[in-house]
């Protein structure tokens, strides 16, 4: 990289990143107000249809890995998915039965969430030689950005209703295409002479990396943990509007978890260096379990808004663990392998079943749901208690 210009290419990929957080202000806190209120969906076909978003993945998440490698570089797979996304977000608007619905529901959602992990990836590739600038900044940025866009479109919601939350998202895929085009090229590097092979043997290669002591057990753990999150992100904003909670409310709510979040990461995380990652996703596991049963008692505002902090524990503690665990245990050629295989084919069906039943369950229980978010904290927390001293998780 030319000496002087290592700031603007942190400057273009920080923006696009902080574009999709925007746009996301729209989509996880108030998509699924719009499916039930403007598309007449079911809790249970909002939990259909987020759940195949998550099992989709398990079969872009691999080939699109595999497409990437095979371009001149990631730019090129983020405005293709951005260009994919501004399409589809307008056929969402236009489908009329819930089957087609569905259908451009799927389709947007892969498209979409399929550009987080590759912007992160890129924030932390073009910051890493910048001197005084470190990727949690710019995601620290990206989250600010996220409470802030929830807080606005729940104030447009309450005034104009839920086609406000479609016009946001339309408008924000809309800049994130545009701000695609300011990506700085990065062409993909590969070693002289070393001829691409095909993308299964490319597959069985990077999942090798599974045969780490104790990634297994950490990955399905905190994959548990993670997808206790699952009825939260798909009917919690529906169940409190139930409960005569006004949107601008709602998004209140949403935000007190992220600012938590953001303030973990900045200021407690580094703090928690010296302590091991299998002991952060034991207490992680502990709070979750207060959060999730917390909720599923309905409590007055003032606890909600408590629990909602526990946040920092149940979401943020569990990645700075996993990621730390992926650092120290998996050599540092494989650990991009370790973090996409491990998001694609472990998390995201788990988050997939964790979501298509918590449809049915936000119908059928209402707001006790939350236990079996609880019960998925349960389980992680049961597989790091079984695996504690052997795999590698009982030791420094």
Known sequence: MPPGSSLAPVARVGTHLIVLFVTMGAVLPFLPVWLAQEKGLSGGEIGLLLALISFTRVLSGPLLAAWSQDHSGTHVQMQALAAASVVLVVLYALAGPPWLVIVAGVLFGVAFQSQLPLADAETMAVAEPVPRIH????????????????????????RFGAWAGWGWMAAGVALALASSFLLPLRPVSRPSGAPLTGFGPRLGKAMRVFQTPGLMRVVIAASLLQCAHGFYYGFSSNLWLAQGIGPDVVSALWSVGVVAEVAFLMFLAPRLDRVRPQHLLLLAALLSLVRWG???????????????????????????????????????????DAQQLSSSLVFAPMMGAA??????????FGTAGYWASAGLAAAGLAVLLVGRGRSGLGDA
């Open 355 to 364: 979501i298509l039943g918590g449809g049915f369950l936000a119908e059928a």
């Open 135 to 158: 990727y949690a900044q710019v995601r620290a940025l990206a989250s600010l950005a996220f409470v802030g866009a929830s807080l606005v479109v729940g104030h447009l919601i309450e």
């Open 294 to 336: 917390g909720l599923a008692l309905a409590p007055p505002l003032a606890v909600t808004f408590a629990l909602q902090t526990l946040h920092a524990a149940s979401f943020a503690m569990v990645l700075v663990a996993t990621l730390r665990f992926v650092q120290t245990r998996v050599p540092p050629h494989q650990t991009g």
